[in-house]
């Protein structure tokens, strides 16, 4: 994984990002035996030695990840699958780091899902009585009717015997040619696939399903099949 020198620097608990930015620009910084002065140089976390004045500098070994992934559809939200077929770990490889996801998405179901190595973080985020807003943009067959809204905003039953909590959903398309309803919902349990049994509880047949959100963090600036490091603060809010 490359990043530039004064964020390693910064990171590794040597200055701030600006007075590592002043380091590099005084010689005090070698990259491989190599006195480096231009900033936005970029190294190699696990290949290139990095010392300021003349003592080796590395990342604290606690230091952890927390990456926000916009899946594509056709990867499993698994670490390991028994029939062969792409991971989202595939994904993020080079983050340098060994990752687990935070909850899954389904194959077929694209969007925000966030991959960490801090097992606490997992065990806070995963836990119900956080009840992380999901928010999911989703594509129908079929006109939704006011009261199939109404049936999904109180709860319907999926599973035989259970009743989902009630969702916020907002229409965001109708499309009577191609006779499509497209919707937004958001939940905050975590059934397997759940946003898909509570449509076909409408009886309507789920075309596209993309979650767009988690908690108040988006992927609509994030190319799918890209990732990208959580800001602090989102971290903060997902813990809240």
């Not at 990095?50 to 899946?71: A, Q, R, S, T």
Request: hydrophobic fraction near 35%; include cysteine; aromatic fraction near 4%.
């Amino acid at each position: 994984m490359e990043v530039r020198l004064q964020k390693y620097l910064a990171s590794s608990g040597i200055a701030s990002r600006r007075k590592s930015e002043e380091l590099i620009l005084q010689g005090k910084v070698q990259v491989n035996g190599k006195v480096i002065t231009e900033l936005g140089t970029k190294i190699d976390i696990e290949k290139d030695e990095v010392k300021y004045n003349g003592k080796v500098v590395k990342l604290p070994e606690d230091e952890h990840v927390y990456i926000l992934l916009n899946k594509p559809i056709g990867y499993v939200s698994t670490v390991t699958d028994q029939f062969g077929r792409d991971t989202i770990l595939d994904l993020v490889k080079q983050n340098g780091k060994r990752v687990v996801p935070v909850g899954r998405l389904d194959m077929y179901t694209s969007g925000a899902i966030i991959l960490t190595d801090d097992g606490d973080f997992v065990y806070k985020v995963t836990h119900p009585k956080h009840e992380i807003d999901k928010t999911y943009t989703v594509t129908l067959i079929g006109i939704v009717t006011e009261r199939d809204l109404q049936s999904l905003r109180e709860g319907v039953i999926i599973d035989e015997n259970y009743k989902t909590r009630p969702a916020k959903v907002k229409i965001l398309k109708i499309d009577k040619e191609k006779n499509q309803s497209r919707l937004m919902i958001t939940i905050h349990e975590g059934k397997n696939r759940q946003v898909r049994k509570m449509c076909e509880a409408i009886e309507k047949k789920v075309l596209a399903l993309h979650r767009a959100k988690i908690g108040n963090i988006e992927v609509k600036d994030l190319e799918i099949g890209k990732w990208r490091y959580l800001k602090q603060d989102e971290i903060n809010s997902l813990l809240k």
